[in-house]
């Protein structure tokens, strides 16, 4: 069974940087695709930004391209999410999540999630 940890949310101020990482467990080769979403209160989660499982081809979601970049790390068994020129409208959950066939950001494509991690900007 694959998990899949948060880790490295915290509070910020608009302008500053933050490194998400997602410590994978289990056995990651059922699964093609790997993602970050965001969801806030009462919103529909987001997907952020996905990473196919050739390591190179990436989706994102124009509310942060060019400020955000996924990658992974094997050896370390880890996904990343950079994310720099934080805005307020970027405060939210964060989630790690895995999808077997179809990378596309609709997490109706994704079936292993982790429990997040908080991102809060402030103006």
């Known amino acids: 069974r694959l998990s899949l940890v948060e880790s490295g949310g915290a509070s910020v101020q608009a302008g500053g940087s933050l490194r998400l990482s997602c410590v994978v467990s289990?056995?990651?080769?059922?699964?093609?695709?790997m993602a970050w979403f965001r969801q806030v209160p009462g919103k529909e989660r987001e997907g952020i930004a996905t990473?196919?499982?050739?390591?190179?081809?990436?989706q994102y979601n124009n509310a942060v391209k060019g400020r955000f970049t996924i990658s992974g790390d094997a050896a370390r068994a880890a996904l990343y999410l950079q994310m720099d020129s934080l805005k307020p409208e970027d405060s939210a959950m964060y989630f790690c999540?895995?999808?077997?066939?179809?990378?596309?950001?609709?997490?109706?494509?994704?079936?292993?999630w982790g429990q997040g991690t908080q991102v809060t900007v402030s103006s």
């Open positions: 289990g056995d990651i080769r059922d699964f093609y695709c």
């Open positions: 990473l196919w499982g050739n390591g190179l081809t990436t």
């Open positions: 999540a895995a999808g077997r066939r179809i990378c596309a950001l609709d997490e109706s494509n994704y079936g292993v």
